[in-house]
Every structure is written in C-alpha cells, then in structure tokens.
Nanobody
Framework: QLVLVESGGGSAQAGGSLRLSCAAS????????IAWFRRAPGKEREGVAS????????DYADSVNGRFTISQDDAAKTLSLQMNNLQPEDTGIYYC??????????????????WGQGTQVTVSS
C-alpha cells in the first residue's frame, strides 16, 4: 500500500526558504505523477507543482513558478519541494500526492488517489 509522509514544514520570513520532503513507499516513481498541493486558510486545495520522470516532465503553478523547485530521488523514494523567496501568500498546509494519470498532467485533486497528511508552512512578512 502506498504511503506518503510529508516533513520539513515550519515558519519562515518573507524572502526566506524552506525545503519540504515527502517519503513514499511501495511504488515506483515512473508509474506515477507526483505532485505537491497546498491549502491556504479558508481556501480550497490547489496544485503547486508536479513531476514525472521517464520522460521527465515538470509543471508549476504560475504563482510559484521561478521560486519553487520540485524534484525526486528515485533511490530514496523521496519527493522534495525547494521553496525560495517565500511570500505570506504561500502559507498553508502542503500535501504530496500521487496519481496514476501520468499524461496529461492535471491539478484535479480527484485524480490523485494517494495523499500524505500534510505539513504546515507559515510565512510572515
């Protein structure tokens, strides 16, 4: 059974950085599109970044493009999200998720059947 566990959340000042990690078990990265979602207070869950390797494709939400970098370590089965130049609007609970729909990429949460419990990110100005 696929299990996803996020870590690395915390607090940062605007302009600062955080690195999130998602440990995965019992699956092969090449068989899934893996993504980060987030849920800001009072808002619905939104897609942040997704990745599929083999061939390599990456998608970012416009709001984080150029600031966030998604990556995966196949050997360690770990998904990471490097978040730079954080802004207060980035505050929220961040989730990693996996979908068997590799193409096309999608931000539809219903297509992601495996989810972690989330990790809190708080950015202050």
């Amino acid at each position: 059974q696929l299990v996803l566990v996020e870590s690395g959340g915390g607090s940062a000042q605007a302009g600062g950085s955080l690195r999130l990690s998602c440990a995965a078990s019992d699956y092969t990265f090449n068989k899934y599109r893996i993504a980060w979602f987030r849920r800001a207070p009072g808002k619905e869950r939104e897609g942040v970044a997704s990745i599929y390797t083999g061939p390599h494709t990456i998608d970012y939400a416009d709001s984080v493009n150029g600031r966030f970098t998604i990556s995966q370590d196949d050997a360690a089965k770990t998904l990471s999200l490097q978040m730079n130049n954080l802004q207060p609007e980035d505050t929220g609970i961040y989730y990693c998720a996996a979908s068997t729909q590799i193409y096309p990429s999608s931000w539809d949460p219903t297509l992601y059947n495996y989810w972690g419990q989330g990790t809190q990110v708080t950015v202050s100005s």
